[in-house]
């Protein structure tokens, strides 16, 4: 299912995950802050036994770090051996996007453009294609 | 088929490594056929894999190496030394292969030609060789090993982590539903089912670790190969002995402690041992010897390599450091020779005169210590300068369970693992002195001075405003061997047993975390890393803190007793207590505490503990309590103040009586009452109970003398009395120590296990024969069940 993409909210607006990247999607209830860590880290979420480091989406574009409203849903991914819970406004569907990607604009803000791998359209609606290691890997924002 | 390729991979791997110490054993003796076979063996079976894998390469390899050896097994070839380099040679070209196809790259092309012609060159009777070098190899045989193959199977290692998560799942669920008992005050019933499903979840937990944990034989096996190697580049010879290979360590450990053994090894045989020549000139023998052993001791593993070389050079250890400007010349006199010794570890130096392509590079033993204190172990020297060097490993059993001491600082929680920890007290403790000094806190506890930080400070939290305790907790930490501070928390809430699995790449950058753990509350916690928040506090750039005399143990001979506690009774008395015995101190709430049963108890996680020292509920809302354990039991001991660590002395006088005050020692002009805690604990706990003393089966009639008589005095002796019907013969699966038959004329079912006495009811049967005792002949009775008792002791 290589064009199932997931649809979700980040500060507002519907972006698409890949879902072969998606190991989950669950609740937080409550996070456990990390002092002195990078800014986009909210906290630390237990998942069962597992401890997953919760990442904030909002702060890559807009700057400022979201609060955890308890419930809040988060997509759990696996990136390099280790779990991350994203941490979203909402989670609204699956979807089957079969049609190629497009290229990101230009005019994009400089948030948006660092998530932002391209473009994806569906009946109408366009949706931001989200890199899920972008956000996790200290490593390659540097890089970038 | 890739399955097949798998599993010849990794069986071919593991026959290597258990390889390369038969193949330095066969060369050293050359005529010995069991290595030969093994040897033989080994080729064979690749040869006869790779037939049918169709790996031709291999095949080539395995079959010349094959050849040349049955010509030696036959005897028409001599295993000279350059036929043997060369099956060694074959033998790392099929590893390295192995290494290429695990990659899942295409096998290269290549020629194996040229390894092929060195084995057949020299079909010639080899010549003696007067420069040939001579080394000898030994590993101590492990026999058991040998004999006892152990069945087993191969399963990936993401299954055993796979399952270790599915079990920590099971014990915080379990812990879910413990506490829902608790508050529902449900059935003994279900209470009972549910301690058999907590033992089962204990045991499973245990087994999986264990599924973790490897013998250190994995490193030791190809270390015989590597000396060889080194010594025969480095013209040396080099006697290698192995103990301790069925040590026990966690598999990540044994990752991590690879590089820096192999490290410490290369060093010894390249600056220890000297050449040959050398060794002679200096009355040793001219092979010298390295030995390696690892044992457990409690929850650390220690790894001892000593090598008889030479030793470090001090002075010329020093004049480096001097020449490197690591340290300066007034910064060296003013040095301890232990400080001096250290230097080692210093970056960018080293004591070996030319730059070898083995060490001497200058990076080396600081990497190695690094190494080892990032895994919570520690690095010793011991210097015998011209007789050799000792290298003293210490690392934790496992990385993954860490005893660790819970801490809260910001009101958040953290964990410290307690290896680093060394002392806990309270900034109200007139002990300590906070001082500000240039800018930067210290603090001065019983004269020593160390930096002082809070841990607030360092993380970057808010100090909570309305702390739940009046006093801060100081805790001094030893973050490195020669880095030491005090941390200022908020409160010491625990010590417990928590599993850390790293965390995130992002929030391990930092350094100030070592991993992260989930406690029973569901709650994920923090693990700090004592050097890393040392690091963040710049303390690594202050000089070494110089160890004051004062505090080193060859400073204060009479001073070996350990440590101990000095405290205050609730009666005004000061007394000392083993401070080893002394788990924490807690100021416990007396709400939690009731009288029941004659006796002040403490309800502390849902158990209920026995006070020693109160005799009434106190009047005040809260009680100073000591925690005592012996390793595996609870007490609390009721005082009402800590007042200081002292060092024992050696001498301590015993108390004429047993009892509560095990002795009197002289601290300074006073004499202080010692309090025993062997005798605590053995008073709390009693004899041992029923169900564990041996049974002792009492035949004969069920008649009132055997049973209100015979069955206390049998009791008393430390047995459980147990009534067999003689008649029925059966001992319904007991198996006890000690059986007596009552009565001349009660039949003795046969079958007996242990001893058998018969109680004889006249005076003169009994001393028939040893078995047989007079009913009254207590002295004689008693003195059997009790060596009967201390043999089951033994």
């Known amino acids: 299912m290589k064009d199932l993409y997931l649809i979700a909210v980040i500060a507002g607006e519907t972006v698409a995950i890949p879902s072969e990247r998606i190991d989950s999607v669950v609740k937080v209830r409550e996070s456990v802050p990390v002092p002195s860590s990078a800014p986009f880290i909210t906290g630390l979420f237990a998942l069962r036994s597992r401890v997953l480091t919760l990442i904030d989406c909002q702060y890559f574009v807009t700057g400022e770090p979201a609060d955890l409203i308890a419930g809040q849903p988060a997509i759990v991914v696996d990136i390099g051996g280790c779990c991350y819970g994203l941490l979203v406004d909402d989670v609204l569907d699956v979807l089957p996007i079969p049609t190629d990607t497009l290229p990101l604009p230009s005019q994009l803000p400089a948030g948006w453009s660092e998530i932002g791998r391209a473009l994806l359209e569906l009946g109408g609606e366009t949706y931001l294609l989200i890199d899920p290691d972008y956000m996790v890997n200290p490593a390659m924002r540097r890089a970038a | ?794």
């Open chain 2, 1 to 794: 088929m890739d399955d097949l390729i798998q599993e010849f991979i990794a069986e071919t791997r593991e026959t290597l490594d258990a390889l390369a110490s038969e193949l330095v054993l066969w060369e050293q003796n050359p005529r010995d056929s069991a290595r030969l076979d093994a040897i033989f063996r080994f080729v064979h079976t690749v040869k006869g894999s790779c037939g049918f894998l169709n790996l031709p390469r291999f095949e080539r390899l395995s079959h010349a190496a094959e050849d040349v050896l049955a010509q030696v097994r036959d005897g028409k070839r001599e295993a000279s030394g350059p036929l043997v380099d060369a099956v060694l040679a074959i033998i790392d070209r099929i590893g390295e292969l192995i290494v290429v196809m695990e990659t899942g790259d295409a096998l290269p092309d290549g020629a194996d030609a040229d390894l092929i012609a060195a084995l057949n060159r020299n079909i010639a009777p080899p010549t003696a060789d007067p420069d040939e070098e001579e080394i000898t190899v030994r590993d101590e045989p492990d026999p058991v090993r040998r004999q006892n193959v152990v069945r087993s199977i191969r399963v990936p290692l993401e299954l055993i982590d796979h399952l270790m998560n599915g079990v920590s799942d099971m014990v915080l669920a379990r812990n879910e539903v413990a506490r829902c008992l608790r508050d529902e005050h449900s059935g003994a019933s279900l209470e009972n089912a549910f301690e058999r499903l907590s033992a089962c979840i204990a045991d499973m937990r245990d087994a999986i670790g264990q599924t973790r944990m490897q013998r250190i034989e994995r490193i030791f096996s190809p270390l015989p190969r590597l000396v060889r190697d080194l010594s025969t580049e480095l013209g040396k010879q080099v006697d290698l002995r192995t103990s301790g290979n069925n040590v026990e360590l966690d598999r990540e450990m044994i990752e991590m402690i690879r590089d820096p053994l192999t490290h410490i090894i290369r060093n010894a045989i390249d600056h220890g041992i000297e050449t040959p020549a050398r060794r002679r000139v200096v009355g040793k023998p001219e092979t010298g010897r390295l030995s390696i052993s690892a044992r457990q001791s409690g929850n650390q593993i220690l790894i001892e390599i000593a090598d008889d070389g030479r030793g470090i050079d001090i002075e010329k250890l020093t004049a480096r450091a001097l020449a490197a400007k690591v340290r300066s010349s007034s910064e060296i006199n003013g040095m301890s020779e232990r400080a001096r010794l250290e230097l080692i570890f210093a970056p960018g130096l080293s004591t070996a005169d030319n730059v070898t392509a083995i060490s001497g590079r200058g990076v080396g033993m600081d990497v190695v210590r690094s190494n080892i204190e990032r895994i919570g172990g520690s690095i010793d020297l011991e210097n015998y300068p011209g007789r050799g060097l000792r290298v003293i490993l210490r690392v934790p059993l496992t990385l993954t369970i860490i005893p660790c001491l819970t801490v809260r600082a910001g009101g958040q929680e953290f964990a410290m693992p307690r290896s680093a920890i060394r002392e806990i007290l309270f900034d109200s403790n007139s002990q300590v002195r906070i001082q500000q000094v240039g800018g930067s806190d210290l603090a001065y506890i019983r004269g020593e001075c160390l930096p002082y930080v809070a841990l607030e400070t360092l993380l970057g939290l808010d100090m909570d405003a309305e702390p739940q305790t009046r006093y801060r907790t100081i805790v001094t930490v030893n973050a490195a061997s020669d880095l030491r501070y005090a941390l200022s928390v908020e409160a010491v809430i625990d010590h417990e047993e928590l599993v850390v699995r790293p965390g995130a790449p992002v929030i391990m950058a930092d350094g100030l975390y070592a991993g992260t753990t989930l406690p029973d509350n569901g709650r994920p916690m923090l693990l700090l890393d004592p050097l890393g928040l040392a690091h963040r506090a710049r303390l690594n750039e202050m000089p070494r803190p110089e160890r004051s005399p004062a505090e080193t143990d060859e400073a204060s001979p009479e001073s070996d007793g350990g440590s101990a506690l000095l405290f205050r009774e609730l009666s005004g008395q000061l007394r000392l207590i083993a401070l080893a015995a002394v788990e924490r101190v807690e100021d416990a709430d007396t709400a939690r505490m009731a009288m029941v049963a004659g006796n002040v108890r403490l309800n502390i996680d849902g158990e209920s503990r026995p006070v020693i020292g109160l005799s009434a509920l106190p009047e005040e809302d809260c009680a100073k309590l000591l925690h005592l354990t012996d390793g595996r039991l609870q007490a609390l001991y009721a005082v009402d103040d800590v007042i200081d660590i002292v060092r024992l002395p050696s001498r301590i006088d015993p108390a004429s009586q047993p009892g509560l005050v095990g002795g009197i020692a002289l601290i300074g002009d006073l004499q202080l009452e010692v309090v025993d805690v062997h005798w605590i604990f053995s008073m709390l706990l009693g004899a041992p109970p029923e169900s564990v003393r041996p049974a002792c089966g009492l035949i004969g009639g069920d008649d009132p003398w055997t049973r209100h008589i015979l069955a206390p005095l049998v009791a008393a002796a430390g047995y459980r009395p147990v009534m067999v019907d003689g008649e029925a013969g059966g001992l319904d699966g007991l198996d006890p120590a000690i059986t007596i038959i009552v009565g001349d004329s009660a039949a003795s079912p046969g079958q007996l296990r242990g001893q058998v006495i018969r109680l004889s009811d006249t005076m003169n049967a009994a001393g028939a024969d040893p078995d047989t005792i007079y009913r009254y002949d207590r002295a004689t009775l008693l003195g059997r069940l009790i060596a009967g008792q201390q043999r089951q002791s033994a």
